[in-house]
Each structure stands twice: as C-alpha cells, then as structure tokens.
T-cell receptor, first 112, second 112 residues
Framework: DGGITQSPKYLFRKEGQNVTLSCEQN?????MYWYRQDPGQGLRLIYY???????QKGDIAEGYSVSREKKESFPLTVTSAQKNPTAFYLC???????????FGEGSRLTVL | QQQVKQSPQSLIVQKGGISIINCAYE??????FPWYQQFPGKGPALLIA?????SEKKEGRFTISFNKSAKQFSLHIMDSQPGDSATYFC???????????FGSGTRLSIRP
C-alpha cells in the first residue's frame, strides 16, 4: 500500500530534550511538508521540501530542523529551543500533477 | 496576499440539513482549490477540489461553488449526516510552486 508513514504515533519528552519525528513515503513524490496542529486549531507550516537536499522554512520554523537526504524520508527534529512543543505533528507529500496532499496519521508529542 | 480566510469557525447542523462553509482568497496565482476533511486524531484527507475555470463541481453530497471574480469558494454538504462531523479545511494551491495555503478550519457537528 502506498502512503505516508509517521512514527512514533505518541511520544513523550522531557523539557530540554531533542526529539526526532520520522516521516517516510513510498508515493515517489518530490514535495514533502511538516505541519503543526494545536487543539482546535488549523495547520501551520513548519518546513517544506520540494526536492532532495533542499528545504525551506515555513511560517513557524523556529526551534525545528529538518533534513532531506532521500526522496522517501523527511524527518523533523523538535529541538530544546522550541518553547512550546506539545502538539500534533503532521507530515504530507504532494502529488505534482494534481496538487493533492497526502497526509500521514500524525505524531502526538507531549512535553512533560 | 497569501491568506485564505475561512468561515465559520464552527457549525452545527441538523441531520438532513445543508452545511455551508465559505472561503476567500486574495492571490490570483492560485490555480487549484481543494477541501480537506479531518477526523479527530487523524491526518486530513482530500474531499473534493476545483480548478478556477469551473464554477461548480459536485461529487455525491458534496459540492464546491467557485466565484472567480469575487475570489470566493464554498463547500456545500447536502443531506448532512452524523458521519460528516469533522473539521473541514479549504485550501488554495499554486501548483507550479507546490505552494499550498490552508484556511483556519471549520469544526462541523451534525446533530442526529
């Protein structure tokens, strides 16, 4: 089955620790995205990548970092510099010919 | 110029009624207008989408109406069912740049 796989689904972290969220896709899409969603809120763009070895900051990139070494993988690191990291994180990839975004199931990060 | 304004923020509709969610955009470079549906704890999924050269698109009980001159589009859900209870996001896409802007979301509740 083709799709976006995010892991872990739930993650707990102590303050001051970095944590990396995994995002893998087997859809052969070039563009990938990371969004943050707070309870009852919309989708805020953290980082996006249009091609391997290239990525751009979104609207709320501070305290986050990404890499895009492989087409299939776009991991997100939530660093200790992120002031309020507790949130639901969504990864997506875009099918270029239609513009459709395919989302993963999300990773819920809780900072204790 | 990059914003997509969505209203209402929340909506309660009786079963069998019509649900209407509205969106407005500013940037005329957008060339694709999708609606995404999100259930709690899940990633959003594409529901229906329209191109700006079409004024209306219907898929089952879901219809997009598009007004290019007013730069507005709306989602109509006919014969609304409890299973339609979800958060709906409109979006505007600039396909050549793989750039997508989301509205703030509408939480729809269908009362039995």
């Amino acid at each position: 089955d083709g799709g976006i796989t995010q892991s872990p689904k739930y993650l707990f972290r102590k303050e001051g620790q970095n944590v990396t969220l995994s995002c893998e896709q087997n859809l052969n899409h070039d563009a990938m995205y990371w969004y943050r969603q707070d309870p009852g809120q919309g989708l805020r763009l953290i980082y996006y990548s249009q091609i391997v070895n290239d990525f751009q900051k979104g609207d709320i990139a501070e305290g986050y970092s990404v890499s895009r070494e492989k087409k299939e993988s776009f991991p997100l690191t939530v660093t200790s510099a992120q002031k309020n990291p507790t949130a639901f994180y969504l990864c997506a990839s875009m099918r270029r010919d239609t513009g459709e975004l395919f989302f993963g199931e999300g990773s819920r990060l809780t900072v204790l | 110029q990059q914003q997509v304004k969505q209203s209402p923020q929340s909506l309660i509709v009786q079963k069998g009624g019509i649900s209407i969610i509205n969106c407005a955009y500013e940037n005329t470079a957008f060339d694709y207008f999708p609606w995404y549906q999100q259930f709690p704890g899940k990633g959003p999924a594409l529901l229906i989408a329209i191109r700006p050269d079409v004024s209306e698109k219907k898929e089952g009980r879901f219809t997009i109406s598009f007004n290019k001159s007013a730069k507005q589009f709306s989602l109509h859900i006919m014969d609304s069912q409890p299973g339609d209870s979800a958060t709906y996001f409109c979006a505007a896409l600039w396909r050549s740049a793989s750039k997508i802007i989301f509205g703030s979301g509408t939480r729809l509740s269908i009362r039995p």
